[in-house]
């Protein structure tokens, strides 16, 4: 059965933001160091991530989630 492959940037609409580039690069840090839940990403992006721009920088589930759902669409 064929299936179609997804290109990695097919769906963009625009260039990544300089934010966006450092928070897919913090957040493939933390996958690679094995933090897959969602409390240790978080605990990860605290200390390394770039500040969260909903907060006053720190990283809670609900900005997280917020900042997912807003770039994702």
Partial sequence: MN????????TRQRPN????????DAIERA????KHDLPSLLAHLN?????????DGEWTED??????A???A
């Fill in 63 to 68: 900005a997280y989630c917020t900042l997912m």
């Fill in 31 to 34: 996958f690679g160091a094995g």
């Fill in 17 to 24: 933001t300089p934010f966006e580039e450092l928070l897919g």
């Fill in 3 to 10: 299936q179609p492959y997804n290109e990695t940037h097919q």
């Fill in 70 to 72: 807003k770039l994702g």
């Fill in 47 to 55: 200390l390394v991530g770039p500040p969260c721009p909903l907060t």
